[in-house]
Each structure stands twice: as C-alpha cells, then as structure tokens.
C-alpha cells in the first residue's frame, strides 16, 4: 500500500465536492481534476456509493460539516430577534396568554430568524477541510493516470486520517466501497471509520421543518381553540410516524447489511462497468474495474480468500457496531431546536410587557423540551420499536404514535399542574429535576445494547430493496 508517485496523494476542500448542491456527485457530470492539490495526508476519505442519490449524499455531508455552525449561528440571531423584539423594533400581534389574563404581544420573530440563518449556514458555509474523492483527485481523461490513480487508492486510504461513509442501503453490495473500507480497516483502527447514514440527515432536517411549522402555528394561533389543539395532536401524530418510521427501516437496514456481509464474495459483489456491459453513455468501451480490483485484493491482502474473510469478520463486526445506535443525542437536541426557539419567543413577549418571572419560565421549558423531553420521546420510542420485535411494522408504527400522544399529554398536564400550584417561574423550574433522571434512564436503556440493536430476526424477511438506511452519530 506504498505510493508510486507521490503525485497520486491528492485532495480537494470539501466544499468543492459540496458545490453547486453536490453536482461533482451526479455521475453525469464533467468533473474538473485541476482542482485537486497533492497534499501530505488526506484529512478525510470520502467512502460512497454512486447508484446513491446525489441529494441525499450531499444534505448529509452538508448535515455533517455544518450543523455546528448552524446551531451557533442560528441561535445568536434568535438572541438578537428577542432583543430587538423585546425592544419594540419588530411588530407583533396581540394573544390570549396561556397563564394569566392579560394578552401578549407576541410574533414568531425568533423562530422564523433562527430556522432561516439555520437553512443558510447549513447550505451556503463552505468548510475548506481536505477530503479525497475519487472523481475529483483521480484524472478521469488520461486512461493510463486513471489506472494508475487507481492502483493508489490503498496508499490514499493509508495516508488518510478518517473514512467518512456516506451509508445508505446500495453501500454494502458495491464491490469498490468494500474494498475502501476493509482497505482502510487493514491500517487503522475502528474508531477511525465515520458512518454517515443519509436517513438520519433527512430525518433531522425533516424534524426541524416539521417542528418549525407546527410551532410557528401555535405561536400565531390563539390558545385552547380547537384549531390549535387538532394542530398539535395531529404535530404528534406526525412526528411520532416519522421517527417509529426511520427506526423501523433502521432496524431492517442493518439487519441487512448483516445479512451481505455474512455472505459476502467478490464474485457476487457489484461493479458499475459490468452493470452497464463495459460500455459509457457515449457507446465507448471502458475498462473493467473488477479486474484491477482483483489485482489491488490480492496485492493488499494476499487472496481473494482472505479478503472475503475479513470482510465478512472484521468489516461486518465493525460496521454493526457503529450502525448499532439510532440517533446521537447532540443531533436529537438539534432536531428539536425549533420548539425552544417558539418558548423564546413567548419569553420575549413577557420581557416586552415587564414580567421577568414569566421570561424566565417560558426559556425553562423551551430549555427542558429541547434537551430533555425530546431525547426522552426519541428514546421511548426506540425501546418501543425494540421491545415490539415480534409484531407488525404497522402495529409498531401505531404504537409509536400512541406512545409520543399519551407522553405529551402527561408532560402538558404536570406543566400545568406546576404553574398552578407553584407559579409560572418556580413551576417549569420545578420540572427540570424531575425531567433529569427519566431522560437518563430511557436513555441509557437505549444505549447500552446499542450494538445489538440492529439484529432483528423477526425483521429479516422484510427488509425492503430500497429500505431506509442505518445510522451512527454524526
């Protein structure tokens, strides 16, 4: 796994590949290799899967190289729309309050700021980190470069310092992103594999649309009419559908992959050349990948044999273990940002009409509805699906569903029993001791087995061709 010419050790800054929405990651796109520089060390390999959707490989890059930015960002703005709002420089609208008689001037201002500049980072920050991807640090129209870049890949996978997957459910059946990982596994170690799911990006990005829009109407709606509560329960239906959802399909994903790598073989395993008979869209011949692979197993690892058998070993343990958990808590709190942001607001409609006490409750919940009622939901929900194994995908979807509706139901009523009985300060302040230790337990239920989450064999035969895909923290 040594160089043949230092030339080959190239990378490029991620937001080249991120550029234009990914289009570098369209496979009928004309790709530039200029931009590409030889480098000492590749900060991240890029490990993906072509017959994978563009959009969906590059909002989880987006998701994974962003979302810190995001939330800092958005948050600040948030701060600012509370003060300028606070200080009566953007209008609003007077409601009912939820405590108390007298009405609120209030506007969504600070939800509306936070989740835009949050959409604007995300997609608009170009982080300049050195990845390698094989499109833009391999010359694809000198033929004789090309094979030889090729043959470099396992120097490249050496003298990088991550593997970043962009996992979905086509990863394990392709012939070249096997190799790469149990290329990179030969010489690193297993925590320096980054499994990035692309349907936990899109479950995150859907939770922040969704929750932004059933807020921002409670926040315009007036309290207690009929229209409100419909919105919020049919919120929770919702939401409930799409995360029992997404940690179904979870579940059967990794199940399996379990299943193609406990099987796996180069014979069996795909390449895109031989799926399209060796010929471009032009009709022109190319060459066959396969065989150079062939040639790179059996330099690297010695046989064909003993590749297949640290695939279907060390890869497969490997893989299953950081597929093991479903959600990361930091991107739980970041699914659920919106629902604080809305609090905040009504926090600045109690600082605009000179009642602190009132600000300071509002933020308390907006804090404890973000960083402990959502994990505690997403973790109930889990040991739901985990605890359900042996019925069917729709009982256990409707089981979800009426867990988060009798959950939210509970949390309103102790709210509302805590400000009556100790006031609309000391009330939510109250709860948060008594969020802290189920929020850990459910927590720590879900985590513990992480590893053994994905095995399902109940599941097995059920796992669909197109399924959604696994997960680990980004």
């Known amino acids: 796994m040594d160089l043949t010419n ?68 958005s948050n600040l703005m948030a701060l600012l729309a509370m003060i300028l709002f606070m200080f009566d420089l953007l209008p609003g609208f007077r409601k009912a309050a939820r405590w108390g008689s007298e009405p609120l001037f209030v506007a969504p201002w600070t ?52 593997l970043l997957v962009i996992w979905e459910s086509t990863y394990c059946q392709r012939l070249w992103c096997i190799f790469e990982l149990a290329a990179f596994l030969k010489t690193h170690e297993d925590k320096d594999v980054v499994v990035l799911p692309t349907s936990l990006a899109q479950f995150v990005i859907a939770s922040i649309i969704w929750n932004f829009l059933m807020w921002g109407f409670y926040v315009v709606l007036p309290f207690g009419s009929q229209v409100t509560t419909y919105i919020l329960l049919f919120g929770y239906c919702a939401y409930g559908w799409l995360l029992s959802t997404v940690a179904v399909h979870h579940v059967l994903s990794v199940e399996k992959m379990q299943e193609e790598l406990r099987n796996f073989s180069v014979a069996d395993a795909k390449c895109y050349c031989c799926s399209v008979n060796h010929k471009d869209p032009s009709g022109e011949d190319i060459p066959c990948d396969r065989h150079v692979m062939v040639q790179c197993v059996q330099q690297w690892f010695g046989s064909i044999e003993e590749f297949e058998m640290s695939v279907r070993s060390r890869l497969k343990d490997a893989l299953s273990y950081s597929l093991g958990m479903f959600c990361p808590y930091s991107l739980v709190v970041t699914s659920a940002l919106p629902c604080m942001w809305v609090n905040f607001d009504f926090a600045a409609a109690r600082l605009y009409r000179r009642d602190p006490f009132g600000a300071i409750g509002m933020s308390i919940i907006g804090l404890i509805s973000v960083f402990l009622l959502a994990p505690a939901g997403v973790a109930l929900i ?84 197109n399924g959604m895909t696994p997960s680990k923290s980004i």
Not at 111 to 122: D, P, R, S
Not at 420 to 435: I, K, N, Q, R, T
Request: charged share 20%.
């Open 111 to 162: 939800v509306c700021t936070a989740v835009l500049c949050f959409v604007l980072v995300l997609i608009f920050r170009a982080p300049k980190e050195p990845v390698f991807l094989d499109r833009l640090c391999i010359n694809q129209r000198d033929e004789h470069e090309k094979a030889e870049g090729v043959l470099n890949i396992g120097a490249c996978l050496k003298r990088s310092r991550k």
């Open 6 to 73: 230092r030339k080959f050790l190239r990378a490029v800054p991620i937001h080249r590949v991120l550029r234009r929405f990914g289009r570098v990651l369209r496979t009928s796109t004309q790709v530039e290799f200029k931009h590409s520089l030889v480098v000492e060390e590749i900060a991240k390999f890029i490990s993906h899967s072509w017959q994978a959707s563009r959009w969906s490989k590059t909002l989880t890059l987006l998701l994974f190289y962003n979302w810190k930015a995001a939330v800092i960002v």
């Open 382 to 465: 889990i040991l739901v699906i985990r605890f359900s194994s042996r019925c069917c995908l729709i009982f256990r979807k409707l089981l979800a569903v009426g867990v988060v509706l009798v959950a939210n139901v509970a949390v309103h009523g102790i709210l509302q029993v805590s400000v009556d009985y100790a006031g609309e300060m000391w009330g939510p302040a109250l709860c948060v001791p008594a969020s802290l230790l189920p929020t850990f337990f459910l927590w720590w239920l879900t985590t513990r087995n992480s590893r053994g989450f994905g095995t399902d064999p109940q599941l097995k035969a059920e796992v669909p061709e």
